[in-house]
């Protein structure tokens, strides 16, 4: 079955830096386009960014573009997400999932990984 196991979060000052991971297994993970996506207590879960099968092409939302970066390793069947300047807005539980069309189409697994925790504060 579909695994989705992330994790890199934790507690960063504003300014700070991290660097999420999510691991995959259980699909074709190198014919994947992979999202990542963050929910903070009390709202819905929003898309953060998107990347294609390949690692070449990346979307991202507008209140992270020029601050994250997504990439991928399809040989360790991974996806990251580096998060420079975070901010207090940045708190959030982070997840990754696959859509189901690029890049904001319905995640195409129901079954979520735990999710990493961001916590952006003095």
């Known amino acids: 079955q579909v695994q989705l196991v992330e994790s890199g979060g934790g507690l960063v000052q504003p300014g700070g830096s991290l660097r999420l991971s999510c691991v995959a297994s259980?699909?074709?993970?190198?014919?994947?386009?992979m999202n990542w996506y963050r929910q903070a207590p009390g709202k819905e879960r929003e898309l953060v960014a998107t990347v294609d099968t390949v690692g070449q092409t990346k979307n991202y939302a507008s209140f992270v573009k020029g601050r994250f970066t997504i990439s991928r390793d399809n040989s360790a069947k991974s996806v990251y997400l580096h998060m420079d300047s975070l901010k207090p807005d940045d708190t959030a539980a982070y997840y990754c999932?696959?859509?189901?069309?690029?890049?904001?189409?319905?995640?195409?697994?129901?079954?979520w990984g735990q999710g990493t925790q961001v916590s952006v504060s003095l």
């Open positions: 999932n696959s859509p189901s069309w690029w890049p904001s189409g319905p995640p195409r697994f129901g079954s």
């Open positions: 259980g699909f074709t993970f190198s014919r994947a386009t």
